[in-house]
């Protein structure tokens, strides 16, 4: 896994172990955020739980981090990670 944990805001994958679906979010705190979808706390993510932790990515302003995250939410983002991940352990 990618981790760039100095950068203030991080443009994190997870990885659904049910079913092996893709999240990608963004967040200042990537643990916090991946036990609040762990927990449940996040309607979008609770029916496919749990989740595990695939790939942070470090940047330093709120902006540049949303760019990136909307790329990846993006139909070509959607399928760099699909050819990064899916079929293959973490990494």
């Known amino acids: ?21 893709f999240y990608v979010g963004m967040s200042e705190d990537v643990e916090r955020r991946l036990s609040e979808h762990n927990r449940g706390q996040t309607r979008s993510t609770r029916a ?7 790939w ?3 940047y330093d302003t709120r902006s540049a981090a949303r760019e990136r ?3 990846l939410k993006s139909g070509v983002g959607k399928e760099w990670i699909k050819r990064k991940w899916s079929g293959s352990s973490a990494g």
């Open 1 to 21: 896994m990618k981790k760039e944990e100095r950068s203030r805001y991080q443009v994190y994958v997870l990885r659904s172990k049910k079913d092996g679906r």
């Open 48 to 54: 496919y739980r749990p989740w595990e932790l695939i």
């Open 56 to 58: 942070v990515e470090g």
């Open 69 to 71: 995250e909307k790329y």
